[in-house]
C-alpha cells in the first residue's frame, strides 16, 4: 500500500519501535494471541506520497507494526515524519489500516480502509482523512501485474471527495533484484485542483540485512512547483 525531514524524536519513537518489532512475535506468543506480528523501518531520501513531496525533499524515517491473523484480516499502523511548509503546524503523519487479503491459484486481492492522522495539525487545515480501498493482481510467473482504486469522501485538506486508480508491473532479475513500475491517475474535485497522472520505476534489491530501493518519480501536473516534479528517490528498509 502501501507514505514520506529528520526529527530527533521521530529517530527515538522507531528505536523504542524497532525494540518492539523484535520482541512482538514472542509477545503475541506468551499471550497465546492468533496470527503474527512483523515491523519494518524505512530510511529515504524523500517522502513522496502520489507524486508530490511530503517532506519538502528532504530526508524521512519511516516504521510500522503489522498484526495478520492467519486468515486474511490484518491490522497495521504506518508513521513517518512529514514536512508541509506549514509553519510547523504538522510535523508527523500516523496511518491506521486494517483490511481483508487473500490469493488464489496466482490472483492476490485486498480490501480495506486507512484512516491518515496528522497530529498537531490545526483542525481547520482539515488535514486528516480516510478512504476505503481495493486491489486485484495476478502473477504470471516472469511478471506480475496489478491494479486498484482507493475513494475518500473528504481528500486531504478538505478538498471533497477524490478517486486514486493504480496500475502496476514488477518482473524479478534472479533472487536478489526485480524492476517494477507504476502508472496511476488521481480523480480530485475540479473546485481544488485538476486530475493528474504519476508514475515511477524503480529497481529493488534484497539483501541479507536490508532492502534498497532507486526510484525515478514524475507527474504531469500542468502547474508544478518543487513538490511534485520529477525526482530520484533512494530508500533502505529492513523488516522485522
Same mark, same amino acid.
Given at each position: 500500500?502501501?507514505?514520506?525531514?529528520?526529527?530527533?524524536?521521530?529517530?527515538?519513537?522507531?528505536?523504542?519501535?524497532?525494540?518492539?518489532?523484535?520482541?512482538?512475535?514472542?509477545?503475541?506468543?506468551?499471550?497465546?494471541?492468533?496470527?503474527?506480528?512483523?515491523?519494518?523501518?524505512?530510511?529515504?531520501?524523500?517522502?513522496?506520497?502520489?507524486?508530490?513531496?511530503?517532506?519538502?525533499?528532504?530526508?524521512?524515517?519511516?516504521?510500522?507494526?503489522?498484526?495478520?491473523?492467519?486468515?486474511?484480516?490484518?491490522?497495521?499502523?504506518?508513521?513517518?515524519?512529514?514536512?508541509?511548509?506549514?509553519?510547523?503546524?504538522?510535523?508527523?503523519?500516523?496511518?491506521?489500516?486494517?483490511?481483508?487479503?487473500?490469493?488464489?491459484?496466482?490472483?492476490?486481492?485486498?480490501?480495506?480502509?486507512?484512516?491518515?492522522?496528522?497530529?498537531?495539525?490545526?483542525?481547520?487545515?482539515?488535514?486528516?482523512?480516510?478512504?476505503?480501498?481495493?486491489?486485484?493482481?495476478?502473477?504470471?510467473?516472469? &511478471?506480475?501485474? #496489478? !491494479? *486498484?482504486?482507493? %475513494?475518500?469522501?473528504? /481528500?486531504? $485538506?478538505? =478538498?471533497?471527495?477524490?478517486?486514486? +486508480?493504480?496500475?502496476?508491473?514488477?518482473?524479478?532479475?534472479?533472487?536478489?533484484?526485480?524492476?517494477?513500475?507504476?502508472?496511476?491517475?488521481?480523480? &480530485?474535485?475540479? #473546485? !481544488? *485542483?485538476?486530475? %493528474?497522472?504519476?508514475? /515511477?520505476? $524503480?529497481? =529493488?534489491?534484497?539483501?541479507?540485512? +536490508?532492502?534498497?530501493?532507486?526510484?525515478?518519480?514524475?507527474?504531469?501536473?500542468?502547474?508544478?512547483?518543487?513538490?511534485?516534479?520529477?525526482?530520484? &528517490?533512494?530508500?533502505?528498509?529492513?523488516?522485522?
Amino acid at each position: 500500500m502501501t507514505k514520506t525531514t529528520t526529527a530527533a524524536f521521530l529517530i527515538a519513537g522507531f528505536g523504542i519501535g524497532i525494540s518492539a518489532f523484535a520482541t512482538a512475535p514472542t509477545l503475541a506468543q506468551d499471550l497465546s494471541l492468533p496470527g503474527e506480528f512483523s515491523g519494518n523501518v524505512n530510511l529515504t531520501s524523500d517522502y513522496v506520497f502520489r507524486g508530490f513531496t511530503q517532506a519538502n525533499e528532504d530526508p524521512a524515517i519511516q516504521g510500522g507494526l503489522d498484526w495478520d491473523s492467519g486468515a486474511g484480516f490484518y491490522l497495521g499502523t504506518w508513521g513517518s515524519n512529514v514536512n508541509f511548509s506549514d509553519g510547523d503546524e504538522a510535523s508527523v503523519e500516523l496511518d491506521v489500516y486494517g483490511g481483508y487479503a487473500g490469493e488464489i491459484d496466482g490472483f492476490s486481492y485486498d480490501v480495506g480502509f486507512l484512516y491518515y492522522w496528522y497530529p498537531g495539525a490545526a483542525s481547520g487545515l482539515s488535514y486528516d482523512f480516510w478512504e476505503v480501498y481495493g486491489s486485484l493482481g495476478y502473477d504470471f510467473g516472469p &511478471v506480475a501485474v #496489478s !491494479f *486498484g482504486l482507493a %475513494y475518500t469522501p473528504d /481528500n486531504f $485538506g478538505g =478538498t471533497d471527495d477524490g478517486l486514486y +486508480f493504480q496500475s502496476g508491473i514488477s518482473v524479478p532479475l534472479g533472487d536478489m533484484f526485480g524492476i517494477d513500475a507504476n502508472l496511476n491517475y488521481s480523480d &480530485v474535485d475540479p #473546485s !481544488f *485542483g485538476e486530475d %493528474y497522472l504519476d508514475w /515511477n520505476v $524503480g529497481v =529493488t534489491a534484497s539483501f541479507e540485512w +536490508f532492502d534498497a530501493d532507486i526510484r525515478y518519480i514524475d507527474t504531469d501536473v500542468s502547474v508544478c512547483t518543487d513538490v511534485c516534479d520529477s525526482r530520484v &528517490v533512494f530508500s533502505i528498509s529492513r523488516s522485522f
